[in-house]
T-cell receptor, first 112, second 111 residues
Framework: KQEVTQIPAALSVPEGENLVLNCSFTDSAIYNLQWFRQDPGKGLTSLLLIQSSQREQTSGRLNASLDKSSGRSTLYIAASQPGDSATYLCAVRSGNTGKLIFGQGTTLQVKP | KAGVTQTPRYLIKTRGQQVTLSCSPISGHRSVSWYQQTPGQGLQFLFEYFSETQRNKGNFPGRFSGRQFSNSRSEMNVSTLELGDSALYLC??????????FGSGTRLTVV
């Protein structure tokens, strides 16, 4: 049974700092991994998608890496801004079906 | 292109009632999935529909059901509502190997 864990659960940093969010999964046989952002009371916004054959993806100040053998993914946020404050969720898709397994999320606060 | 549209945005229902939520996927997407999000359990998979057929189902009681229409729009129904059904219900669609796009959700409060 696939399990996804995200650490830390919460993180508070000053503006401008570079930071790393971690996601680990127990079954390395994944189809892809997706990082999402969720603002309070809102839906999920997709940030990055990494296919199982890829090692990393980049979008602006965001970079996500994937190491299937160790069951880990990291989301790197460069030069953090107050607008980055949100909950970040990692989700693993194990097959070509619709079931995503989510971690509990990391709630990020970036202080001005 | 238009995103995933969920209606209504908010609902307040009484215990014992039933509720129907609607989801319109991105045009061309044939797969629609539903998730329940609560503070205690996080995001949990309810079910997935593909071409009007339920392809996958999570561990929820039979009070939770869904369907998909020929235009890929999906509905989710919860019967005999319980207080614990209060949650944010999220719908997501995908066209295949691409990632999932989520809607803004329906906030259901059961009183």
């Amino acid at each position: 049974k696939q399990e996804v864990t995200q650490i830390p659960a919460a993180l508070s940093v000053p503006e401008g700092e570079n930071l790393v969010l971690n996601c680990s999964f127990t079954d390395s046989a994944i189809y892809n991994l997706q990082w999402f952002r969720q603002d309070p009371g809102k839906g999920l916004t997709s940030l990055l998608l990494i296919q199982s054959s890829q090692r990393e993806q980049t979008s602006g100040r965001l970079n996500a890496s994937l190491d299937k053998s160790s069951g880990r993914s990291t989301l790197y946020i460069a030069a953090s801004q107050p607008g980055d404050s949100a909950t970040y969720l990692c989700a693993v898709r194990s097959g070509n079906t619709g079931k995503l397994i989510f971690g509990q999320g990391t709630t990020l606060q970036v202080k001005p | 292109k238009a995103g995933v549209t969920q209606t209504p945005r908010y609902l307040i229902k009484t215990r014992g009632q039933q509720v129907t939520l609607s989801c319109s996927p991105i045009s061309g997407h044939r797969s629609v999935s539903w998730y329940q999000q609560t503070p205690g359990q996080g995001l949990q998979f309810l079910f997935e529909y593909f071409s009007e057929t339920q392809r996958n189902k999570g561990n929820f009681p039979g009070r939770f059901s869904g369907r998909q229409f020929s235009n890929s729009r999906s509905e989710m129904n919860v019967s005999t509502l319980e207080l614990g059904d209060s949650a944010l219900y999220l719908c997501a669609s995908t066209g295949g190997a691409e990632g999932y796009t989520f809607g803004s959700g329906t906030r259901l409060t059961v009183v």
